[in-house]
């Protein structure tokens, strides 16, 4: 196989910087890059490193963004800030997307994007206007029910982002694989992704396309069960006067903290899994056949 037979699939890097904890951070990174090899694509992680945008980091990169204590968390508004400074960054999925198509690359896969935050929708994350201009096709598992999911979808579907669900007629919730709460449309097969990859792209219609993966089943934690954890972790949040960037990764961090291996289990299983979808769909907007594994 060619380089070109390998199309490339982008990885975000504020889930190594600000999402897991260490090692576990790295290794996961590591084991997403070798999925997507393994099925035939080139992994293309994203990442700033001493102002410099790069789309595809190098493993000494990937373990400094996982270790170093000065990684900014990088959004589309952070990014003139970095650059200028010369300073070190994990990407969100707005960075990550920006940086992706500015690479030639098309295709994205993250764990879950940012939305609209619970308490009456003054916290927007950037992910959302990203995916409005940005020709990017994100694989994710959905949004956490950490964020206000009707408002989230509400505000996609004002912004024109179609969202693919992805083996399933709902749009999934991070550790959950039911929202109660329908996607757009439903596709079973990475084809069937390319194919309204390509009607948007013809149509000149801007933006990019979400495809929304459910947790792997053996890995999921029920929507009723994370709830009461969600809230609590939202109070605390609200208590402590968090705002902007820190309330993602507070919420996090805290949820993992409450629920202890189990999200992590989760979150690790979800992310390869969009790996191996995002590669997939990559292959299929190439035309090309997966390698028999
Ligand atoms: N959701 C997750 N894990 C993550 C993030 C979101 O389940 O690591 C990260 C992603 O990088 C996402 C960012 O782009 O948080 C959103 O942050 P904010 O809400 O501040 O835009
Ligand atoms: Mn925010």
């Known amino acids: 196989m060619t380089a070109e037979d390998r199309p490339a699939v982008a990885l975000e890097s504020t889930v190594i910087s ?11 990174a590591l084991e997403m890059e070798a999925i ?19 789309a595809g980091l190098s493993r000494e990169q990937i373990e400094h963004l996982a ?4 990684v900014r968390k990088v959004s589309r508004r952070d990014l003139p800030v970095v650059v200028a400074r010369r300073l070190d960054g994990g990407t969100t999925v707005a960075t990550t997307m920006w940086i992706a198509h500015r690479a ?13 935050h619970r308490g009456g929708g003054q916290d ?44 399933t007629d709902e749009f999934p919730a991070f550790y959950s694989r039911s929202s109660g709460l329908p996607g757009d449309v439903r596709c079973d097969r990475p ?34 069960e ?14 402590r006067g968090l705002r902007s960037a820190q309330v993602t990764p507070f919420l996090l961090a805290r949820i993992a ?30 035309g090309i056949r997966e390698p028999s594994l």
């Open 36 to 54: 997507v090899r393994e099925h035939g694509g080139t992994p293309r992680t994203v990442g700033v490193i001493q102002g410099e945008l790069v």
């Open 124 to 167: 927007v994350s950037a992910d959302l206007q990203e995916l409005a201009q940005t020709p990017v096709v994100v694989v994710c598992a959905g949004a956490k029910a950490i964020l206000d999911l009707p408002a989230t979808l509400e505000y996609l579907e004002t912004f024109g982002v179609t969202v693919v669900s992805y083996g």
């Open 226 to 239: 994370m709830e009461p954890v969600i809230q609590q972790a939202v109070a605390e949040a609200e208590a």
């Open 67 to 70: 270790t170093a204590p000065q």
């Open 18 to 28: 600000h999402g897991l904890p260490y090692p576990r951070n790295v290794e996961l």
């Open 257 to 286: 903290e409450l629920t202890g291996e189990r999200s992590l289990r989760a979150n690790l299983a979800l992310l390869k899994n969009n790996a191996r979808v995002a590669t997939q769909i990559a292959l299929a907007i190439h």
């Open 191 to 224: 084809e069937e992704v390319a194919a309204i990859w390509q009607a948007k792209q013809e149509l000149g219609l801007p933006g990019g396309l979400l495809v929304a993966v459910p947790v792997p089943e053996e890995a999921e934690i029920p929507q009723a």
């Open 104 to 116: 030639g690359i098309q295709v994205f896969a993250t764990g879950g994007i940012g939305g609209v």
